[in-house]
């Protein structure tokens, strides 16, 4: 995915420096891309902070021809010290003006390349398939859409111990106009059966798929193009500078930027999906049917703005039939933060960023906590905490609470979370069987101790607690105080 995201960037860049479509190319306007490729190579993968340095065999070429330039990066190598040397060959790209001021972009990555590490054997990689066509806006540096594919993609070492393939790697990506220069975009990204096995047969890796969507609301893509440009500038200024004074004038200058700029989108989502997975370690082996990730932005054009993040796994096993009672299948994790102070918090991030150029670092975002604390609770934002669930064969903890700012309690909020736990018990019982570990079993038995018992669910125990934290900054549980047992622990 890495590869495709990388080439669309260097396209990006080849028509952001033609800003006119015109209906027959030219030598001055081919010199021009060019030069302007040049220079962002120079800058972004050969700069001061660069990790890698990047040796083309030839000059880089860009020939008009009739509708559309002909763009040839000439084969090379990707140096990095620490870690070895990728060799590459040709890169075409054939850019098309179209009527309204975009180009059409069609590429072809090289079908082979040589990695020589600095340590250890080499490898090739070959790629059996590919296409790649996009639509970029010169005007908003950015692309409009994609479709881009690599297929039968595999790496091999010389010593033959090793082989990686992989069927697919795909991204996709369209953006909607919803009034003048504001966009809606979606991305996805996708990778098909990736199979990894060492020759021995002890060792291997397979996963069916994986899954990346990118999801923004309401973009201002001319404004959101104009604070890449100009945060990517002062970022290689910091990066490159040893001069505290200009490193400080910089920083400076970034918060202008930010206080400068308009609200550059409405909100984000991105979701990170996969499938059945299996990952075998000399001879014991692990699964997992599915996995989620998620986080969501959103509110970010109104007064108050909502974050989210979820995690989840199922489907989880392994080999030991032992380990595996004891191991959660399920797990569900949710937090959320549900009406953050949008200007407070751009405000707040802005003087931070300058009391960075008259005070340490350090001190500066110890400051800025206490600030972001007063500005959540001047504007009631609430923690949502779950649902939470985590459940083997044998036991379960679910959990679901709520967390409110209240400036009368010496913790700063106010909140409740109740749990229940299922089979603490049977799980005691199991890891006195198997493992023996007694810092576990003393937890868990202090655990089943302070829940209230519950109706048998399925003939396995159920234990309830109830936290609850009041405005005195008592932690209560079942209504019971705990601050002298937390007190105690924490000794």
Known sequence: MRSLQSIAAIIALLVAVAPNAQAQTNDAQAEEIRRALKVWIGQNVQG?????????????????????????????????????????????????????GWYDARWRLPESYRIEPTYGSGAMISIGGQSGQAVFAPDFQSIMSMDAELSAIEVADDDDQARLTIDRISVVS??????????DAQSTSRLDNLRFAESNGRNSVELSDVEITAVSDNARMAELAEFQQRANALTMGIESSNDINQINTEIASFAELIESMPTLLAGVRVEVRHGPVSVVDFGDRFTMNEGRLSMTLDGLDEELSRFALTLGSDGVDISDPDIARLLPRETRFRLAVIDLPNSELVQLGIGTLRSMGTTDPAMAMLMASGGFQQALSGAGSTVEIGPIRIASDIASIDLEGELRPNAASPYGVTGEADMVATGLDTLIAEIQKTTGDQQAIQMLTLLQSLGAAAPDANGRSVRTYAFRIDSSGTVLLNGADIMPLIGGMQQ
């Not at 001061?48 to 021809?65: G, K």
């Not at 000439?74 to 309204?100: C, Q």
């Not at 369209?174 to 003048?180: D, F, G, L, M, N």
């Open 174 to 183: 369209r953006t909607t106009e919803v009034s003048p220069g504001i966009y």
């Open 48 to 100: 001061a902070s660069a990790v890698y340095r990047v040796e083309l065999d030839d000059r880089i070429t860009v020939v008009p021809d009739g509708a559309l330039y002909r763009v040839t990066l000439p084969a090379g190598r990707t140096v990095a010290s620490d870690d070895g040397t990728l060799h590459f060959g040709a890169i075409e790209i054939d850019l098309t003006p179209m009527d309204n």
